[in-house]
């Protein structure tokens, strides 16, 4: 069973920051990407980034690009993603998970995603 928490939500003003956070094992970071899908309200799951095990293919949404920033801290057996200058349409359930194998999936193919955490509630709103 692959466990992965993420943290790191709230509310937030358009224009604002936050920093997501998610733990998993070392094991999980060494052998599958991880990515982060968010959910907003009435709408389906989108993917947003995606790390490989490798770091050599990161991918954003068009929507977030120059925005988000996906990294990883293999001390912390943690995954970040830096989310600056948020706006309204940001707003979602934030979930990170791990794929099946060491690449990401296209961004598109949310449910690729093998492994799941629980979700962090992001709002932005002023």
């Known amino acids: 069973q692959v466990e992965l928490v993420e943290s790191g939500g709230g509310l937030v003003q358009p224009g604002g920051s936050l920093r997501l956070s998610c733990v998993t094992s070392a094991s999980t970071l060494d052998s599958r990407a991880i990515g982060w899908i968010r959910q907003a309200p009435g709408k389906e799951r989108e993917g947003v980034s995606c790390r490989s095990v490798s770091g050599l293919n990161i991918n954003y949404a068009d929507s977030v690009k120059g925005r988000f920033t996906i990294s990883r801290d293999n001390a912390k057996s943690t995954v970040y993603?830096?989310?600056?200058?948020?706006?309204?349409?940001?707003?979602?359930?934030?979930?990170?998970?791990?794929?099946?194998?060491?690449?990401?999936?296209?961004?598109?193919?949310?449910n690729e995603y093998r492994d799941w955490g629980q979700g962090t509630q992001v709002t932005v709103s002023s």
């Not at 349409?89 to 990170?96: H, V």
């Open 81 to 110: 993603l830096q989310m600056n200058n948020l706006r309204p349409e940001d707003t979602g359930i934030y979930y990170c998970a791990a794929a099946p194998g060491r690449g990401c999936p296209f961004l598109r193919d949310v």
